[in-house]
């Protein structure tokens, strides 16, 4: 295998004048850059990126781990980073800890040993202390992503969920709602907490009395949203209106209206929360609170990497706006 030093004999250069040239941490005369290129080309040199790592300390490879690989939300979130980090020289290990905290624990101890320069993490639940734990013990640079968790040491982006819960709701309280149902995501999670608070807080403006038994618990899954519509249209005064706290819930609240006969909007509007893709290919489109998706991806790549060049700089909490987009889910045009 052909190494540095056979590369700085062929260009009759030292090896240190090589490694200048192929990482550009030195300014080097056009025609011995040249000389070294040529004699790179020439034996097919191909530096040794573990060597180089193990020299630098540093993998220039990051670990992201999102709670849910079938849910196209996080699909884009990955899509973000990627994108940030690919016009970096990064690579990325990813990791699905399925909403488990023993699973995140476990990809976070494989990305420690496998020397990830540090981690985007979208929390499985609120309290991974151990996750945590683990990575303050590691002081591995760390972004949180979407759902709050007390790290201290991390810079944190989310979205204006309570923003989203209130304008949703007073939105369907301007359509003329009274009796709008609300299917929660998982309670411990802040993005569901905060948006189920918005919700509340927008009926109690409105003077409208809030009932318990419109409030229904799901887990963020569609199958979960499916059999929340179901109890929510079950009951004696079914509600005019449902708004699922994420798009894949409310897909289900569809399938589910449509088994029960209920014509959607006429007889029960749906809205929704993310804005994924599929929200604006199914009949009828989704209503929802769209997120910066995408941008939480990137800036979460770019607030890592700028960590990784300034360790010391001040921790960052972000917290970025959300939209109302009206569909026919909740008005025909
Ligand atoms: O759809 C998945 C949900 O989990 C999103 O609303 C996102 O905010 C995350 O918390």
């Known amino acids: 295998m052909t190494t540095i030093r056979d590369v700085a004999k062929q260009a009759a250069v030292s090896p240190s004048t090589v490694s200048h040239v192929l990482n550009d941490t030195r300014f080097v005369s056009e025609t011995t850059r040249e000389r070294v290129l040529a004699a790179v080309k020439e034996l097919h040199y191909r530096p040794n990126i573990l060597a180089r790592s193990l020299r630098r300390r540093e993998t220039r490879t990051l670990g992201l781990i999102i709670p849910d690989n079938a849910n196209p939300f996080f699909a884009e979130i990955v899509h973000g980073v990627e994108d940030f980090i690919f016009d970096e020289s990064y690579t990325l290990l990813l990791g699905n800890s399925d909403g488990n905290s023993e699973k995140e624990l476990v990809y976070l101890d494989l990305f420690i040993n496998k020397q990830v320069d540090g981690v985007v993490l979208v929390a499985s639940?609120?309290?991974?202390?151990?996750?945590?734990?683990?990575?303050?013990?590691?002081?591995?640079?760390?972004?949180?992503?979407?759902?709050?968790?007390?790290?201290?040491?991390?810079?944190?982006?989310?979205?204006?969920?309570?923003?989203?819960?209130?304008?949703?709701?007073?939105?369907?309280?301007?359509l003329g709602h009274r009796r709008i149902g609300c299917i929660t995501g998982p309670s411990q999670l802040t993005p569901s907490a905060q948006r189920v608070t918005g919700y509340r807080q927008a009926l109690e403006a409105a003077g409208v009395p809030l009932a318990p038994q419109l409030i229904i618990a799901g887990d963020f899954h569609s199958a979960s949203g499916y059999r929340a519509a179901q109890t929510l249209f079950a009951l004696p005064e079914r509600p005019t209106a449902i708004f699922a706290c994420n798009d894949m819930m409310a897909l289900g609240?569809?399938?589910?209206?449509?088994?029960?006969?209920?014509?959607?909007?006429?007889?029960?509007?749906?809205?929704?929360?993310?804005?994924?893709?599929?929200?604006?290919?199914?009949?009828?489109?989704?209503?929802?609170?769209?997120?910066?998706?995408?941008?939480?991806?990137?800036?979460?790549?770019?607030?890592?990497?700028?960590?990784?060049r300034e360790p010391d700089r001040p921790s960052e909490r972000r917290v970025l706006p959300v939209h109302l987009i009206e569909r026919e889910s909740t008005r025909l045009n």
């Open 253 to 308: 609240v569809l399938g589910a209206a449509h088994d029960a006969g209920l014509a959607v909007p006429r007889e029960v509007a749906v809205a929704g929360f993310d804005n994924i893709e599929l929200g604006k290919l199914i009949l009828p489109r989704l209503t929802t609170i769209a997120q910066p998706t995408y941008k939480l991806g990137s800036l979460a790549a770019e607030l890592l990497l700028l960590r990784l």
């Open 125 to 174: 639940a609120a309290k991974n202390r151990a996750s945590i734990d683990l990575l303050a013990a590691n002081a591995v640079p760390t972004v949180i992503v979407d759902r709050e968790i007390e790290a201290g040491f991390s810079d944190t982006i989310l979205v204006d969920n309570l923003a989203g819960g209130y304008q949703i709701t007073s939105y369907l309280l301007a």
